[in-house]
Nanobody, 124 residues
């Protein structure tokens, strides 16, 4: 069992930046690949980044590539998402998830554990 809690969301103007954090507790954090997903009202939950167990591999979809950076600190059981050049289309609830594989994929059904989410709102 892994418990996840996100933080760092908020209101930001277009072009601004936010850093999200996800703190993990429970089973060994370093045995899980981690991902960040988001869900806007009326839309499906979509992946925005993921990172392998040791941080050696990352994956980003085109719509965030070059703007978002995921990284993790296994010594403190945390994963982070640095988001730059935010736009109104980035407005959503952001979730971190844990998948029990060495490398990551942005497929929701691979993730066994989720946090409650943190709201990110970008004003134009």
């Amino acid at each position: 069992q892994v418990q996840l809690v996100e933080s760092g969301g908020g209101l930001v103007q277009a072009g601004g930046s936010l850093r999200l954090s996800c703190a993990a507790s429970g089973r060994a954090f370093s045995t899980y690949a981690m991902g960040w997903f988001r869900q806007a009202p009326g839309k499906e939950r979509e992946g925005v980044s993921c990172i392998g167990r040791r941080g050696e591999s990352t994956n980003y979809p085109d719509y965030v590539k070059g703007r978002f950076t995921i990284y993790r600190d296994n010594s403190s059981d945390a994963v982070y998402l640095q988001m730059n050049n935010l736009g109104p289309d980035d407005t959503a609830v952001y979730y971190c998830g844990a998948e029990p594989y060495p490398t990551c994929r942005l497929a929701r059904n691979r993730y066994h554990y989720w946090g409650p989410g943190t709201q990110v709102t970008v004003s134009s």
